[in-house]
Every structure is written in C-alpha cells, then in structure tokens.
C-alpha cells in the first residue's frame, strides 16, 4: 500500500476500534487507537499470512503482547476479511470468539493468550527460538508491546536472551503512548530510555513518530534487513489519537469514548478497507523423525534410584523416539537431570538460565509451533512463573512442566530450595495433571505419558534415592493409584506418594507388626484423583490418613477430599503434612522433624485406632 492507503487503512481501524468497544459498552480503544497506523503498515506491508491456513509453517507469526488492546487485532482481522462487521460488533459478547483479550480458543490466528502483561515477549522469543533452532523457517516473528509492560522484568529477561541468542527474526515494536492506565507511565515518551535498555541486551533499535506510516514502513523494512540482531522498533505514539476528547488524556484508560457517533464522524466515518496480507513463503515443518518406539529405561526392584535420574533418562528415551520432544531448563539441568536429555539430543536441549518466567514462555511458544516441551527447574522456582502457567493455561497450551527437589527430604540446603507449595499451585491451575511417583519405574512411565496428554502437565521428582518397589511392565495410568497394602481387617487407609509413600510401607509394616493391619495406597496420580479407590478405601476402613512432604494446604490431603465433593458422606479425614518452617538437617532429620515419617505415621494410626476402639 502507499502512503495514502495506509493513512486511511490506519483511520478505519480507529473506527472500528471505538465501534467495538461502543456495541461492546467496554473496552479498550483508546490503547487500540494509538497503535492503529503500526498496526496498519505490519498488516499491508510486512506480514507474511495466510489467514485461510493459519498453521502454514511459512507464516510469520504476531503477538500482541498489549492483549487488552484487542479492539485492534479483531479490526485488523476485518481488514484482512478473516471476520466481517457483524461478529466484530459481538466484541465481548457471550460465546463470541471475540473476547476482551485475546485467546487461541476460536481464533486460530491468536498465538497465545494474552492480557496479563508483559507475556508476549518471552513467548515471541519461544516462537523465534523454534524458528531459528527447530523449524529452521524464515518466518518473521512480530510482537506488539505497550509502554506500561516496560515494567515487567519478564520483559528483560526475554530481551536479554534474545539478544544472546541472536535472533534476528524476532521485532518488537513498543507502542510509547505514555499513559498507563492510572496515568503517566515511568519514562513518558522518553523513546531514548527504552532503546538504551535494549541496546544494552544486544538488541538494534530505531525510534520514530508512530503515526507516520512511512516512517513506521522503513523501520519494519531496516528490522527485516538486521542480521545478527532483533530488532526493536519504539515509537512515539498519542493514546486515543485521532479523537479529541480523548487524545493524550488521562482518565480515558478501558472504557468506551465518550460519544462513538462523534468520534467516528471526527475520524472520517466507518471504512471498507480490505488488506491482502502477503503470501508466505512455501516451507515445511522439520520435526526430527524417531524411532516410534520408547524404550524407557527399565530399573530392578530393590535398586535405590533418585525419581528424578529416572526422569532425566526417560526423558532421552522419550527424545529418541519422538522427534518433536523438545526440553528446556533453568540452568539446573546437572540437579534436575535434564542434562541426559542435554547429552543425547543437544539439537533440542534451550538453556534458559535462571529466568523461569521466560523458561515457561519459551515453551508456550515452542508448543504453538507444534513442539512437545519439557520445562523443568527446582519446585520451589517453579512459583516465579505461575502466571505464565496460569495464562499457559487460558491458552489452552500443551506443556510438560517438572519440578525436581520438592518437599523437605531435600535435606540441608533448607527452606528456600524446598518445593512445598507447587502441588497446590498446579492443582488450582484450569484442566492440569498432576503427578508424583515414587520410584524410577513409575516415573518413567509417567514420563512418557505426559507427551501425549493436554493442557498443563506437571511432575514432581525426588532429590534422593528411594526404592524400586515396582517392577518395569507395571502400568501407571494416569488417574489411577496403587493399592500396596490391603486386607478385609484393615482399621484405616494410609495415602501418600512420592517420599512419603516409603515412609507409609515402613510404618504399615511396622503397624501390622503389632496387630493393626493397615491399608496403603500410592496416590501417584494427585490430579485427576482415583475416586473409586478411595471411596472403597473409606467404604472398608472408615479413616483415611493422608500424609504427605508439603504444606497442607492444596495438596494430597486436598486431592483426596476431592473424592468425596459429591453429596455423598465425607469419611474421617486426617492429615500430615509439613506444618513448620523447615530448617537445614538430614533428609531423615527432616522427614521427623515434620511429622511425616514413618514414626510419625505409625504414631498418628495407633492413636486413631485407640479413639475409635473408646468411640
């Protein structure tokens, strides 16, 4: 388009910005407005898309970081004829596919979700980094980012590794309209500050007017033409422009203009501008072929094993076999036993350092381009990123989370290091699964079963060694438990998994001893749970005891409860859990000092029967 076209493309997609959000009575078009003419010379000039295949390998790929600026993206899909007037004016309506931010769901030609801010960076760098290391495609990857998210540091961690990285595929363009939504943001239209930070992490940057298309047209073109560099385009822009009641105003932020019949008329009245979007280039996915067929480690009962080496060597088996298994670690991999995988298959290994927010978008990204990531870090570090989990999650993202060193039988290294909150944490995440296996046979399978399930998937592995207690044919399906203990004299049910799984055995072995036979179920499935067993559990005992190495709150005790959510009796429910702040000792140490061992146990079972048996 020329000059002209594109100064008018720009001024329709104000229009039907305010037009959006006026039918909508909500919104945001003042954020929209202000990057209307960037968004205008991307979509004319630049983008590479085939709307009708929008899984096109060739496609370049845009992310609109600023999600609640969404007014624009569905007018610039009318532009293109992805969707007509009448479902751009259903905006926020119920079951419109057009919601106030943006969501994968419905809309194939959304990324990722977003909205919560400062997201749609770190996920461009996974789509990128997929570019670069995994497609090998030229696609383009465009991200659009209001001045406000500037704030976030997952902004700068994304920056700094896509300058380390190279990846000169990736543009940022940050809309500096200087007003957040109470008012002015830190450095107002100070284009110098934001091109000083990300020349600092490598990046090439080129500041401009941002309602001059042609200005906003060579700059795309120098970032297309930047090898070596990503490029990020800054430019100064007025909120709400083109409407005078509300340009560079505070005040305006999230709410419809004051008159939208006015507004229109001032902007030059509704338009019917249609953009072709050029045509990507012919490519083809690149996904490594396996072998098809997973030769999982296999592990001898009675052998003492760490669950998380038998992660790390599923996990290269898992690698060999599916050519789109890919593994990203946060500069843990020697502890969290992703090296393996590092070591096999070096082509797919993406070391994130320590930035768990921009580890957690790279996958995001990298499932978009139909990858099938494993993302793991301690448990505990886990918890920096759960709002990209959390948006992983809106987008109905496939991604393979692991969180090695959980709970207190870490041992010395003390409090800080110890996951005890992640299983409560990734239960309240929208349609996850959550596993915890005990030993390496069953992490193994699990493992390999996590790839081919959907939404969030989260693994919880064990520093130290425990015992094998199954065999290498044993099958683990998810949502399923195991009953290791069981007679028709059973006084209660212990549940547990994970560390203190062993710690249940030895105290029912201990128990039995003394003429209290126990029942003990492996609840390594915490979500989904195994209702049927365990409301045959609490059918044949009457008392279920939960006990396990993390805080009590969100965790197995929670899971087991869930069970019984449906109307029917609620059985006598006790819990052990970890209730104090933990200290440096031994994992034995710990494990007692907690109250989660198998003293403790048997200790908790005896005085529940004593009570039942005065009851």
């Not at 297309?224 to 305006?252: C, F, M």
């Not at 239960?427 to 969030?456: F, K």
């Not at 710990?590 to 009570?611: F, M, P, T, Y």
């Amino acid at each position: 388009m020329n000059t002209g076209e594109l100064v008018d493309l720009g001024r329709q997609l104000r229009v039907d910005s305010v037009r959006a959000s006026a039918a909508a009575g909500s919104g945001h078009p003042t954020s929209s407005m202000s990057a209307a003419d960037l968004m205008a010379v991307l979509l004319a000039n630049h983008l590479r898309y085939d709307f009708q295949r929008p899984a096109h390998p060739g496609n370049d790929r845009f992310v609109l970081s600023k999600g609640h600026a969404s007014p624009l993206l569905y007018s610039a899909y009318k532009a293109a004829g992805a969707i007509d007037d009448d479902e751009l004016l259903t905006f926020r309506e119920l079951g419109s596919r057009l919601e106030g931010h943006p969501t994968p769901q419905g809309l194939p030609w959304v990324e990722t979700a977003t909205g919560s801010l400062g997201q749609g960076l770190p996920v461009g760098v996974g789509i990128a980094w997929a570019g670069k290391r995994l497609d090998r495609a030229d696609y383009r990857v465009w991200v659009l980012c209001g001045d406000s998210e500037m704030a976030e540091g997952s902004v700068w961690e994304a920056a700094e590794h896509a300058g380390h990285e190279h990846l000169d595929n990736l543009t940022v363009i940050v809309d500096v309209n200087r007003l957040g939504q109470r008012g002015p943001t830190r450095h107002g239209h100070d284009l110098d500050a934001y091109a000083r930070r990300f020349r600092a992490f490598d990046w090439h940057t080129v500041e401009i007017d941002g309602h001059d298309v042609d200005a906003i047209d060579r700059a795309y073109g120098e970032a297309l033409s930047t090898k070596g560099q990503p490029t990020a385009v800054i430019a100064r822009t007025l909120k709400g422009k083109g409407v005078q009641a509300v340009e560079d105003r505070e005040g305006q932020h999230g709410k419809p203009v004051p008159d939208a019949d006015e507004a229109v008329a001032e902007l030059g009245g509704p338009g019917d501008v249609r953009v072709e979007v050029h045509e990507p280039p012919s490519a083809r996915a690149l996904h490594s072929v396996g072998s098809g067929q997973t030769d999982l480690p296999r592990f001898e009962q009675g052998d003492e094993v760490a669950t998380r080496n038998a992660f790390g060597q599923a996990l290269a088996a898992l690698g060999t076999a599916r050519g789109d298994v890919v593994a990203l670690d946060g500069e843990v991999g020697d502890s969290t036993r992703a090296e393996f995988f590092a070591k096999e298959h070096p082509e797919r290994y993406f070391e994130c350092y320590i930035a768990e927010q921009l580890m957690v978008a790279a996958a995001v990204g990298m499932a978009a381009r139909g990858w099938t990531p494993y993302a793991t870090t301690f448990a505990a570090f886990l918890t920096r990123a759960h709002d990209f989990i959390r948006m992983a999650s809106v987008s109905g993202s496939g991604i393979n989370l692991v969180g090695s060193h959980a709970g207190v039988a870490i041992g010395q290294d003390g409090p800080s290091q110890m996951g005890l909150e992640d299983l409560a944490m990734m239960r309240a995440i929208h349609g996850s699964t959550v596993l915890y296996p005990c030993d390496a046979n069953q992490t193994a399978h699990l493992v390999a079963a996590m790839a081919d399930l959907e939404g969030i998937r989260y693994l919880r592995t064990s520093r130290g060694e425990s015992r094998v207690i199954y065999g290498p044919d044993e099958e683990f399906p998810v949502g399923g438990s195991k009953v290791l203990r069981s007679s028709g004299r059973d006084r209660l049910t212990v549940v547990a998994a994970g560390v203190t799984l062993h710690q249940a055995l030895a105290a029912a072995d201990a128990l039995d001893r003394q003429g209290i036979p126990v029942r003990v179920i492996d609840l390594y499935s915490v979500k989904p749970v195994d209702r049927a067993t365990l409301r045959q559990a609490a059918e044949d005992t009457g008392c279920l005891l939960t006990v396990e190495d993390h805080r009590e709150e969100g965790g197995i005790g929670d899971a087991v409860l869930d069970a019984f959510g449906d109307g029917r009796p609620v059985p006598r429910l006790i819990r052990l859990a970890v209730r104090t702040m933990p200290g440096s000792a031994s994992p034995d140490e710990q494990l007692h000092a907690a109250g989660i061992d198998a003293e403790s146990i048997a200790a908790a079972a005896r005085l529940l029967v004593e009570e039942a048996v005065v009851a």
